[in-house]
């Protein structure tokens, strides 16, 4: 016979998505539903953590238990598939410039005229060929990282150098502290190596240090992921002082460092690495997807000595050795200035694309830095995240709600907004359809 707590589970389901129940409906309280349904709390509570795990329902502590717009693809947030060719992106960031495709057809002549090409067709060492590590950590030095080329480790793209840093060093249970809002591909790879995320919250210029130390207090934190330059989605820059004492965290309770500067191109003059404070325990992980090109899967891993032979048995057990073609590539763009070139025009449009935000998000609370290619929306408190992606949605935009970004138990309600993958031109005439959209939902018709 059905438990009496399914037959309830099955109902709310069906009521759910046959629109019944309408989402954003406030659900009873679980003290409510308990009497209502003559069951007991714990009864009551075990429903809606079902419910919750279907992915229909949210639980908002001090709020309640809301219904989900389940329309709306689950999260909505960059983890999901590309959309379709008729909606407008402001979910995913793929910025590139005009001439890039000629710019590599060059390149590839040039190698293709150069040295010895079948040794493209061979298996190259693990951590990547000696020439490209030292042309890759000659330009790490012009950024104000010191560092050479025996800790430097060539990767597929720096998702990978985070998957090989996970697989590497860490072990199933190990805890790790985050920032509230973090990076989603990161919550991917914890979920997925069966680690524990813990919050650390936020404060208005970067993490919370004292509740981090703290937390360290409490619990046997293993390592703390974060990212410095340029946070995804939030856009600060922590400090010399802030880098400073969190290093100085990690190193009073033993923590490794996972330092993520995939965006930290799009800062001038930012404060050095983590890495030049806690050298020994800090892994930096960069790529050339964002301020290169999305398809040229090329990352870079820099590590203590002490941490490169796990790193590389990772990437021995994952791809062997990242395509030493691409990586030329790379490298030859870096030797002739063409990086740099990027760089500065990428950070030049994201300016200007920061610039109509501003003008057209005028009087709206978003959170963001002047050069990067995202905004973070917060919604006010009676607002619903994922209703108002789905009504963006049906208008051919697609953005991203918090769900994705979210590592504490209440997920805040607001939506994330990508500037890098539209035009220039089209990109004013999608964000006032967004305010407008966000105004509707905030005081209606």
Not at 79 to 84: E, F, L, N
Not at 165 to 194: I, Q, R
Not at 412 to 433: H, M, N
């Amino acid at each position: 016979m059905k438990a009496r707590y399914k037959s309830i589970v099955d109902r709310l389901a069906h009521l759910i998505r046959t629109g019944a129940i309408s989402p954003g409906t406030q659900l009873p309280t679980h003290r409510m539903l308990s009497t209502q349904e003559q069951v007991s709390l714990a009864t009551a509570t075990r429903v809606y953590r079902e419910l919750e795990a279907m992915g229909l329902v949210s639980g908002e502590t001090g709020r309640g238990t809301f219904v989900r717009e389940i329309s709306l693809p689950y999260g909505h947030g960059v983890d999901q598939q590309a959309v379709a060719t008729d909606v407008i992106d402001l979910n995913f960031n793929y910025p590139s410039l005009p001439g890039q495709g000629e710019h590599l057809r060059d390149a590839l002549r040039q190698i293709a005229l150069a040295g010895d090409i079948e040794s493209h067709l061979r298996y190259q060492p693990h951590a990547g060929r000696l020439n490209d590590r030292t042309i890759i950590a000659g330009h790490l030095c012009t950024r104000g990282f010191q560092t050479t080329a025996d800790s430097v480790i060539i990767v597929n793209g720096a998702q990978h150098g985070l998957a090989v840093t996970v697989m590497g060093l860490l072990h199933p249970g190990d805890v790790v502290a985050v920032d509230a809002l973090t990076y989603s591909g990161f919550k991917v790879l914890a979920a997925l190596y069966h680690l524990e995320l813990v919050a650390i919250p936020s404060l208005a210029d970067g993490p919370d240090l004292v509740a981090l130390e703290q937390l360290c207090q409490k619990r046997r934190v293993r390592a703390v992921y974060v990212m410095p330059t340029l946070h995804n989605p939030l856009g600060w820059v922590l400090s010399h002082r802030q880098r400073q004492t969190l290093a100085n965290i990690a190193t009073a309770y033993n923590l490794l460092i996972i330092e993520d500067a995939a965006y930290a191109y799009l800062c001038r003059s930012p404060p050095p690495p983590l890495a030049c404070y806690a050298p020994e325990r800090t892994v930096y992980i960069t790529g050339f997807s964002k301020n290169v090109a999305t398809g040229l899967r090329v990352g870079v891993v820099v590590c203590p000595a002490a941490y490169r032979a796990a790193l590389e048995r990772a990437v021995r057990a994952t791809t062997w050795n990242t395509p030493s073609l691409i990586a030329r590539v790379i490298c030859t763009w870096i030797e002739d200035g063409t990086v740099n070139r990027f760089e500065t025009l990428k950070r030049r449009d994201a300016r200007k694309r920061q610039a109509i935000l501003r003008e057209t998000f005028a009087g709206l609370p978003y959170v963001s830095h002047p050069n990067s290619y995202f905004a973070w929306l917060p919604l006010p408190d009676e607002s619903r995240a994922d209703r108002l992606a789905n009504a963006l949605m049906e208008n051919n935009i697609s953005v991203s709600t918090a769900e994705p970004f979210c590592t504490s138990q209440t997920v805040p309600q607001a939506i994330r907004i990508a500037l890098g993958s539209v035009t220039l031109e089209q990109l004013c005439a999608v964000l006032v359809k967004v305010r407008d959209a966000v105004e509707f939902e905030q005081y209606g018709a």
